[in-house]
């Protein structure tokens, strides 16, 4: 079973810049997340979808940072313009709900942002 | 305010010793535990996971502990090896399939 692929692995870019991320999840995952983990800290949920539609996005930025779920299957993260403070690894993971109604997530390789 | 708390000091053994990470959460009532695993640059990785009426769980040489008073899991490793060095990071299951993730510890198993 492929596992979750993101693209690119690495990005760095100047400040008030934009910049992309992909994320194709496991097939058959129904949820997808984006993370951002800071060096030193724990994954922070960005936004989280339910097929292609979003469960919780309160703690995503939508100033600058938006996200959409093509067909319910690919994910593409934005950043629009990138602050200093948004370099960090950003990480997708997917999940599919057990009938013991637990939630085990699969995460991407991450895609590491720097903003200089 | 909520809060999960992880051992923020990395942890140093010897291998064939125990490892035992502790996780402490404040203002949560999680339907379950999991812990993760997070190698140097990749995703983390799924270990474990206890329910809030299981009190431990084991698999292989990991063992979790779920302490729903005193708001505490424990994450051991038996016989520790180098290879086990990582950072283990905790997350609370919330009620609507919510996940809250901890900021993980360090482990180094010395050779």
Same mark, same amino acid.
């Given at each position: 079973?492929?596992?979750?692929?993101?693209?690119?692995?690495?990005?760095?870019?100047?400040?008030?810049?934009?910049?992309?991320?992909?994320?194709?999840?496991?097939?058959?995952?129904?949820? #997808?997340?984006?993370?951002?983990?800071?060096?030193?800290?724990?994954?922070?949920? #960005?936004?989280?979808?339910?097929?292609?539609?979003?469960?919780?996005?309160?703690?995503?930025?939508?100033?600058?940072?938006?996200?959409?779920? #093509?067909?319910?299957?690919?994910?593409?993260?934005?950043?629009?313009?990138?602050?200093?403070?948004?370099?960090?690894?950003? #990480?997708?993971?997917?999940?599919?709900?057990?009938?013991?109604?637990?939630?085990?997530?699969?995460?991407?390789?991450?895609?590491?942002?720097?903003?200089? | 305010?909520?809060?999960?708390?992880?051992?923020?000091?990395?942890?140093?053994?010897?291998?064939?010793?125990?490892?035992?990470?502790?996780?402490?959460?404040?203002?949560?009532?999680?339907?379950?535990?999991?812990?993760?695993?997070?190698?140097?640059?990749?995703?983390?990785?799924?270990?474990?996971?206890?329910?809030?009426?299981?009190?431990?769980?084991?698999?292989?040489?990991?063992?979790?502990?779920?302490?729903?008073?005193?708001?505490?899991?424990?994450?051991?490793?038996?016989?520790?090896?180098?290879?086990?060095?990582?950072?283990?990071?905790?997350?609370?299951?919330?009620?609507?399939?919510?996940?809250?993730?901890?900021?993980?510890?360090?482990?180094?198993?010395?050779?």
């Amino acid at each position: 079973e492929a596992g979750v692929a993101q693209s690119p692995r690495y990005k760095i870019i100047e400040k008030r810049q934009s910049v992309a991320f992909w994320c194709n999840p496991i097939s058959g995952h129904a949820t #997808l997340y984006w993370y951002q983990q800071i060096l030193g800290q724990g994954p922070k949920l #960005l936004i989280q979808f339910q097929n292609n539609g979003v469960v919780d996005d309160s703690q995503l930025p939508k100033d600058r940072f938006s996200a959409e779920r #093509l067909k319910g299957v690919d994910s593409t993260l934005k950043i629009q313009p990138a602050k200093l403070e948004d370099s960090a690894v950003y #990480l997708c993971a997917s999940s599919v709900r057990d009938r013991g109604r637990t939630d085990t997530q699969y995460f991407g390789p991450g895609t590491r942002l720097t903003v200089l | 305010s909520q809060k999960i708390e992880q051992n923020s000091e990395a942890l140093n053994i010897q291998e064939g010793k125990t490892a035992t990470l502790t996780c402490n959460y404040t203002n949560y009532s999680p339907a379950y535990l999991q812990w993760y695993r997070q190698d140097p640059g990749r995703g983390p990785v799924f270990l474990l996971l206890i329910r809030e009426n299981e009190k431990e769980k084991r698999k292989e040489r990991l063992k979790v502990t779920f302490d729903t008073t005193l708001k505490q899991s424990l994450f051991h490793i038996t016989a520790s090896q180098p290879a086990d060095s990582a950072t283990y990071l905790c997350a609370l299951g919330t009620g609507g399939f919510k996940t809250i993730f901890g900021a993980g510890t360090r482990l180094f198993v010395k050779a």
